[in-house]
Nanobody, 114 residues
């Protein structure tokens, strides 16, 4: 059974950092494109970052470019989202996605507030 489980969200002050994790089971993460999305209250879900298999090329939404980094640990079968210089606009539920399977995690809440 393909499953994704996110963790690492929480409350952080503006300018702070968080690292989100997405643990995959039922498939080998390193062989699949993986993505992070987010959904803020009252807004549609939006793309945040993606990482491809093999060479691990990455791509980011303009709003997070230079502040967020997507990576993966093939041994742990986990993908990460390192978020630095957080802003209040980054407040959202963050979701991990495996587009090959159409599978989403349950989401993890990130709140940026003083």
């Amino acid at each position: 059974q393909v499953q994704l489980v996110e963790s690492g969200g929480g409350l952080v002050q503006p300018g702070g950092s968080l690292r989100l994790s997405c643990a995959a089971s039922g498939f080998t993460l390193s062989s699949r494109t993986m993505r992070w999305y987010r959904q803020a209250p009252g807004k549609e879900r939006e793309f945040v970052a993606t990482i491809t298999p093999a060479g691990g090329s990455t791509n980011y939404a303009d709003s997070v470019k230079g502040r967020f980094t997507i990576s993966r640990d093939d041994v742990k079968n986990t993908v990460y989202l390192q978020m630095n210089s957080l802003k209040s606009d980054d407040t959202a539920v963050y979701y991990c996605n495996a587009p090959s399977f159409g599978v989403w995690g349950q989401g993890t809440q990130v709140t940026v507030s003083s």
